[in-house]
């Protein structure tokens, strides 16, 4: 089969079964293992070569551990670091323990080989996970803390787990570099993320396209990938460093817009390439242990995180559905299995075993939180957690971060309230940015990055860019999208006054019209008039302008007939002038 028609097939098949399996709520990742079953070698064998493929779709898991790195801000890590250490610690490794005894004894592997399932198995599916809590509206609760940071917790340990790998590949004879190769590489890597990537992306943003900052996000991931590799290191490894060494940059957002459909698509080739390798002969020579081995990992999984998190203080049925949630095995262990088959440190036949397992492992998780939440009335397991949600989280977001949104900043600022801004001018971002500013790259008007900029969780957008036609951009998809969200924005023109008023969720601020005003008042005042003549000179003025404006938003003119409006105006405002001024002599 031709290339071209190899990628109508993945395409086919991902567009097909991914609907049906979330519409069942089975989750994504199971319609891509079960899109793989199906065109892959064990049924229909469509598509040859599903080891290369695999190969290749490798690239997903690589992107993914980039933008899990560039999630990773130290401050965060810093906040959670006893959840991460001991409700995340403390899952690992009882969970890789228990497991690791449970293939000792039921499948008489060596120790060796035990303590690599067992690991493996022991992560959870990150993607999985957050979607069910995303879906049951408990990411952000206190409980869903929880469950975040054991996921936190192994997304940090997939690398040592990838190295150890590695190390035992070493004892049981595969050929690596020396030693010093590596540790040379990771140093380099260090030295080059800290100081020339941010300098590397500011030159790109003043003088490159946005076609070309995409090119330069996959760059950074592949270099860094293809030189540990080189090194004798995982490519994820370097995808991950690098990540971590951007979670901090102005240009975090952009970057995670730029990857995320490349590692969407990837990921999921990834998955489907998975579903492809899996031998169901394995499945038809003993379904029984299959099944049963999947069972068992679910339940000490659910034992063991249900246990831990009673400890932490959580509630049985937070405790239990958390778990659950938490049940299956991971997509990495995917990913550890195929290394540890490569580097022959398992069969493949086991390999395959576990491989079948863990998607097994995913396919009962959705069923299993379904039952859980059927079987718990809503006061006893109640959906949402509104009061509960995490506080720290930025609740406002500013576009443009010229003078207009520095003031505003600086007000939220200084009584302590959090906020996100985009800004697309590099130079003024890491000026402002010495002042402590919490501001990225990034282009307001579009919608990934307004979500990656956490839109969803904001209840305030300031539209404060310089150019019009953005301004009026970000208000359509705003309005659209999320017409919950106030938004108070910066206009320069009537034209852009009338455009705007349409949407019921925007509050528009005349940006030099309050100033023209005051200096109106200030100049009448020096000619000669009385304090109290300016003033009320001024408000006729203000009162008079604003019925006009008025008058064109609901009449919804174009510019002849604003012009018009305006002309007719001069005259109504001389006439009133006149007539107060008659009042006054009265």
Avoid at 72 to 79: A, D, G, H, I, N
Wanted: hydrophobic residues 50%.
């Amino acid at each position: 089969m031709s290339a071209m028609a190899s990628s109508m097939v993945f395409l086919a098949a991902a567009v097909v079964a991914v609907p049906i399996f979330k519409g069942l709520k089975l989750g994504s990742i199971l319609g891509y293992l079960s899109a793989g079953i199906v065109i892959g070698p064990s049924v229909m064998d469509w598509v040859s070569e599903p080891g290369t493929i695999l190969h290749f779709a490798e690239l997903g898991v690589v992107l993914l551990l980039f933008v899990i790195g560039l999630e990773l801000e130290p401050k965060k890590l810093w906040k959670m670091r006893d959840q991460i250490i001991f409700t995340g610690g403390g899952q690992l490794l009882l969970s890789a323990s228990a497991l690791a005894c449970a293939v000792k004894y039921f499948m008489a592997t060596s120790w060796i080989s035990a303590i690599v399932i067992g690991l493996a198995a022991a992560l959870s599916s990150t993607a999985f996970a957050i979607q069910l809590m995303n879906e049951q509206k408990i990411l952000k609760t206190p409980p869903g803390q929880k469950g975040f940071s054991v996921l936190l917790m192994q997304d940090l340990a997939v690398i040592p787990i990838l190295l150890l790998v590695h190390a035992l590949s070493d004892a049981t004879g595969v050929d690596t570099p020396p030693w010093w190769v590596s540790v040379t590489t990771i140093v380099g890597v260090l030295v080059i993320g800290k100081y020339l990537l941010n300098p590397f992306l500011r030159l790109i943003s003043d003088y490159g396209s946005s076609e070309i900052m995409t090119a330069s996000a996959l760059l950074i991931v592949m270099a860094t990938a293809l030189g540990m590799q080189e090194a004798g290191l995982s490519m994820g490894m370097g995808a991950f460093v690098a990540g971590i060494l951007l979670a901090n940059s102005s240009f975090k957002h952009q970057l995670e817009t730029e990857i995320e459909p490349f590692k969407g698509l990837l990921l999921g080739l990834f998955f489907i390439a998975i579903g492809m390798n899996m031998d169901l002969q394995l499945l038809f020579a003993d379904p029984a242990f299959i099944v049963c081995a999947a069972l068992a990992l679910v339940a000490i999984k659910t034992l063991i995180i249900f246990s831990i998190l009673k400890l932490a203080n959580q509630t049985k049925t937070d405790s239990m559905r958390i778990a659950l949630m938490l049940s299956q095995g991971g997509e990495f262990a995917f990913v550890v299995m195929g290394q540890a088959a490569t580097n022959s440190l398992l069969e493949a036949d086991i390999a395959n075993q576990i491989t079948l397992i863990v998607g097994l492992s995913m396919a009962l998780t959705s069923p299993l939180v379904i039952l859980h939440s059927l079987w718990f009335n809503s006061r006893n397991c109640p959906a949402v957690y509104d009061s509960q949600r995490d506080t720290d989280e930025p609740r406002v977001i500013i576009a443009g971060f010229g003078r207009f949104g520095q003031i505003t900043a600086r007000i939220l600022t200084a009584n302590h309230i959090p906020f996100t801004a985009l800004d697309k001018d590099a130079e003024q971002i890491e000026f402002v940015k010495k002042f402590g500013s919490n501001i990225f790259y990034g282009d307001a008007t579009r919608l990934d990055l307004l979500k990656a900029a956490g839109i969803e969780q904001a209840s305030v957008l300031l539209v404060a860019v310089e150019r019009e036609e953005d301004t009026l951009k970000i208000c359509e998809i705003v309005s659209e999208e999320y017409p919950h969200i106030k938004m108070v924005v910066r206009v320069r023109n009537r034209a852009s006054v009338i455009e705007i008023s349409k949407y019921q969720n925007a509050e528009l601020i005349r940006e030099v019209f309050p100033s023209g005003l005051k200096a109106a008042e200030n100049i009448l005042r020096h000619y000669g008039y009385a304090e109290a003549e300016a003033k009320n000179m001024c408000d006729i003025f203000e009162r008079h302008d604003h019925q006009l404006l008025q008058k064109a938003i609901e009449e919804n003119v174009d510019m002849p007939q604003l012009i018009e409006i305006n002309r007719k105006g001069r005259a109504e405002l001389e006439q009133l002038f006149t007539k107060d001024i008659k009042d006054l002599g009265r």
